[in-house]
């Protein structure tokens, strides 16, 4: 079945920039999505990206897609203190569900 | 507008318990989901409702139930709870099955003992 990876953890110092990375095993996808997990909270849809694209940027976030490697990217410029959450990649199937990956804890430090 | 609400926000159970978990959603969304979500394996999802009157199995169902009420609620049960299904569990809408977001409950936190 379709399979989403993502490492569980990463740490960054404020003001840093932050690379959140995702692989993926469905080729079909046709969005790929970066959701947010504040604590206590759900999850809120962040940023996505249509497969026929390559990049796209909003504001401080960049994502990549790289569908050769089925890599998926996340970058936060100017990470700060309340960037500090759980980001889950996810991507859409072509029975219109979600696959989620493991989530990566992101720690900003002062 | 309130998006998804979830009821309760917290709950123990003991072995062999049933209960019943409530979900509602006000934008007028024809799908509805139910996710687990465990540490260090993301957000499974259990049962779903694409329209009101139908609900399909998602990854892992076994030990659920679920009953789309009318087109705002969507209730998950499990019958004989069991320590496996300590959880985080989450609900969710979308406009369609297959739309390109899905709107969050807060979620609510299940433990059984």
């Known amino acids: 079945g379709e399979d989403v990876e993502q490492s569980l953890f990463l740490s960054v110092r404020e003001g840093d920039s932050s690379v959140i990375n995702c692989t993926y095993t469905?080729?079909?996808?046709?969005?790929l999505y970066w959701y947010k997990q504040e604590p206590g909270a759900g999850l809120q849809l962040l940023t996505y990206i249509f497969s026929n694209m390559d990049m796209k940027q909003d504001q401080r976030l960049t994502v990549l897609l790289n569908k050769k490697d089925k890599h998926l990217s996340l970058r936060i410029a100017d990470t700060q203190t309340g960037d500090s959450a759980i980001y889950f990649c996810a991507v859409g199937t072509n029975r219109g569900k979600l696959i989620f990956g493991q989530g990566t804890e992101l720690s900003v430090k002062p | 507008n309130a998006g998804v609400t979830q009821t309760p926000k917290f709950q123990v159970l003991k072995t062999g318990q049933s209960m019943t978990l409530q979900c509602a959603q006000d934008?007028?969304?024809?799908?509805m989901y139910w996710y687990r979500q465990d540490p260090g394996m993301g957000l499974r999802l259990i049962y779903y409702?694409?329209?009101?009157?139908?609900?399909d199995k998602g990854e892992v169902p076994n030990g659920y139930n679920v009953s789309r009420l009318n087109k705002r609620e969507f209730s998950l049960r499990l019958e004989s709870a069991a320590p496996s299904q300590t959880s985080v569990y989450f609900c969710?809408?979308?406009?369609?099955?297959?739309?390109?977001?899905?709107?969050f409950g807060p979620g609510t936190r299940l433990t059984v003992t």
């Open positions: 934008m007028n969304h024809n799908s």
């Open positions: 409702s694409a329209s009101e009157g139908t609900t």
């Open positions: 469905d080729s079909s996808s046709t969005y």
């Open positions: 969710a809408s979308s406009e369609v099955l297959g739309s390109y977001e899905q709107y």
